[in-house]
């Protein structure tokens, strides 16, 4: 079952070359209770899709459905109303996000007494068992601290709790542990593993390796468009398309040397946004834009080596 349907989602924006489309007919859909990954290089369209989800950025076409109602379609007010409550958002740096003159028992009355019209008491015993349960074992302590006092570690789950304090069921998580040292990405991770079991997460990610580790299903976005969709097994297990190909072959590993794809991220005009780069690229790739196919395994592909195969 569907927790979050999105369909032929386009982002543009006007620049000074002309308009450029962030993201370009965009679907894909979040399943309840697991955790869908967004993986892709800088400049691929992952923080666009994730504002355009959030009715931060007004798309150009496309929906986001929630329980079968389009979500972009609705007022301001009415959209609102579902951020947080329904769908809520974390970034990377919960440095910026949190008010440096700010304690955090006040960041939390901001969201529950004024959106949740909640009482103070009520709002403190609710934010407690939050930040309890997102792995902070003294809240009281937290609670009384500004950011300034807390680790990058401690600060992303205080974010976590403040996202989730208004109730939402879905949560956007975009590039969470990108300012964490190794040892607190883990447990970063685990936390939002823990999380699943009553949410849906987006996981918008850089990394394969987070992918890997959290990550039930796994889509790779390439300038704005899903090249490639699957179990993350298959993704990073047995990768089709060149491009999922290089992201995993520009992995460092031990004992061999990683292999960077050549080029930046740059959708070329016509035909497939990746021919610049690709290795395999042949005459129609830049004629044609491929079409997203089904394969045999499930996957979800969109390269012209794939366009005979069918679902069978
Ligand atoms: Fe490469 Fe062509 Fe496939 Fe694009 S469509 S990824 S250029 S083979």
Redesign the pocket.
């Known amino acids: 079952m569907d927790a979050l349907r999105i369909e032929n989602l386009t982002t543009a924006f006007n620049t000074e070359k002309g308009i450029i489309k962030a993201i370009d007919g965009i679907s894909l859909n979040l399943r309840k209770g697991t955790i869908l990954g967004i993986a892709g290089e800088s400049g691929a369209g992952k923080s666009v899709l994730a504002n355009t989800i959030m009715g931060l950025v007004k798309p150009s076409e496309g929906k986001v459905l929630l329980d079968g109602i389009d979500i972009l379609s609705l007022s301001e007010d009415e959209m609102r109303a579902i951020r947080g409550k329904r769908i809520a958002m974390i970034g990377q740096d919960p440095s910026s996000a949190l008010n440096p003159f700010l304690r955090i028992s006040t960041e939390f009355f901001d969201v529950m007494t004024i959106h949740e019209k909640m009482k103070k008491t009520e709002a403190l015993e609710k934010a407690r068992k939050l930040l309890h349960s997102a792995g902070l074992p003294e809240p009281e302590r937290i609670l009384r601290m500004y950011p300034h006092q807390l680790s990058g570690g401690m600060k992303q789950r205080v974010m976590i709790a403040i996202a989730l304090s208004m109730g939402a069921d879905i949560l956007i998580a975009d590039e969470p542990t990108a300012s964490l040292d190794a040892t607190t990405e883990r447990q970063i991770l685990n936390l939002l593993v823990s999380l699943k079991e009553k949410r849906s997460i987006l996981l918008i990610t850089h990394s394969l390796d987070v992918l890997e580790s959290i990550a039930d299903e796994t889509a790779v976005i390439y300038s704005g468009t899903i090249?490639e969709k699957g179990t993350t097994e298959q993704i990073l297990k047995t990768p089709k398309?060149?491009?999922t190909k290089g992201l995993i072959d520009a992995i460092p590993r031990p004992g061999s040397l990683p292999i960077p794809i050549a080029g930046s991220c740059k959708r070329e005009d016509s035909g497939?946004a990746?021919?610049g780069r690709?290795p395999?690229?042949?005459e129609i790739?830049s004629q044609h834009k491929?079409k997203n196919r089904k394969l045999r395994d499930g996957r979800e592909i969109a390269?012209?080596?794939f366009q005979e195969e069918r679902d069978g």
């Open positions: 090249v398309h060149p491009y497939c990746f021919s690709c395999l690229r042949m790739c491929p390269c012209h080596l």
